[in-house]
């Protein structure tokens, strides 16, 4: 019998999956800033010409009511998300992609529905 075919990896609709290139980039960044303890906070927010715009900034502490997400074992990175996003992002993974076009960090959200052409807004 023919081998069967490779199963994409699932993320739970409550977590968010940290790839092993977006850790990478992520630590790099924190080794720049000189900020080894940073996380990077990542959320929705409404606006942009979708409905809705993501939020990708650096975060210094977990507020109560976040989740927390780790990256790769071994990486030392993670990335917090406020209850409301989670909504939005729960099965999402985070990447770090580099091309022809440049590169930056992907959202891969199963949750969207669409997004503008530019790529700053998303709707659900």
């Known amino acids: 019998p023919a081998p069967a075919a490779p199963v994409a990896p699932t993320v739970s609709k409550r977590e968010v999956e940290v790839t092993a290139a ?4 992520i630590a790099k960044q924190k080794a720049k800033r000189g900020t080894p303890d940073a996380m990077i906070r990542i959320g929705v927010r409404g606006g942009g010409c979708t409905g809705f715009t993501y939020v990708f900034e650096w975060a210094e502490s977990v507020r109560p009511t976040d989740r927390q997400f780790f990256g790769p074992e071994g990486t030392n990175v993670s990335i917090v998300v406020d209850p409301k996003s989670l909504v939005y992002l ?7 992609v580099k091309g022809m ?18 790529g700053e807004s998303v709707n659900f």
Do not use: I, Y
């Open 22 to 25: 977006a850790a990478e980039e």
């Open 90 to 96: 729960g099965g999402m993974q985070l990447d770090f």
């Open 101 to 118: 076009m440049g590169h930056g960090f992907k959202f891969n959200n199963p949750n969207a529905k669409g997004a503008c052409g530019c």
